[in-house]
């Protein structure tokens, strides 16, 4: 069986790893002054930042559309004899239900909810591709990925709150807070949701040291294949301490640095980085 592997802009997969895996994307829209733009297309994160420090408001996003889905999978099918599409998760946009109504109609497509976003829907779609090269029953490829999306650990560490506040998801309150107190929040995927998790304080580059060791040191249920370092634009400095960091924790066997595409840098602006790995099954 022949399958195609594709998912959302919101994977953040460098164009490295879409082109080695012939992964198709279809983009969110991301709305910046009353205008709709393509993830990735039309839009890229750097115009963003640029908008936001020249006073502009905080950009929105907006679910890929039946239609787009539509058009998508049917010119993804092309030359295949299924379709696997991996969604952000369904606890974060309607982008994953627009997504299953369109392949009720197509008995060869079967969408995955990653039940995250960022590298933690990327990882999903990384192992899709590994599953594809040798499936051959749509509904145990889909039943593996879904017991797979639950073992996937995503997290990140803000340096800014600013754009949580503007966004809507975090409350001036605490942001006030965080700020005066020079809180750095880690931000965890959890239950197709996110939640504050650890607050760090201080120096932004030891606050990553910290980070990476409270969610990679001593934990033995980790699988060693691959771990994704995410990022908006952060300083030289603290992206090595996150690579020294993680190199002295656990000796992966692959780390793939990635840039946080569009849809995630609307809600948590410049100075972000997270990491992404996969827990062993229980």
Known sequence: MKIKITSDSTCDLSPELLRENNISITPLHINKNGESFRDGV?????????HVAAGGEICSTSAVSLGEYEEAFKK????????????????????????????ENMPNVRVIDSRNLSTGQGQVVLEACRLAK???????????????????????????????????RCSLVSALGANILKLKPCIEVVDNKMIVGKKYRGNYAKCMEHYVLDRLENQEDILPERIFIVNTPVSQEVHETVRRTVRECIDFETTYETTAGCTISCHCGEGTLGICYVHQKA
């Open 76 to 103: 993804n099918l092309e030359g295949y004899d299924a379709l696997v599409h991996i969604s952000i998760g369904s606890g974060f946009s309607v982008t994953h239900h627009n997504a299953c109504i369109v392949a």
């Open 42 to 50: 039309d839009i890229v994160p750097a115009d963003i930042f640029a």
């Open 134 to 168: 040798t499936a051959t029953d749509l509904d145990e490829m889909k039943a593996a990925l879904d017991e797979f999306a639950c073992r996937v650990d995503m997290s990140f560490l803000l340096d800014r709150l600013d754009y949580m506040v503007k966004g809507g």
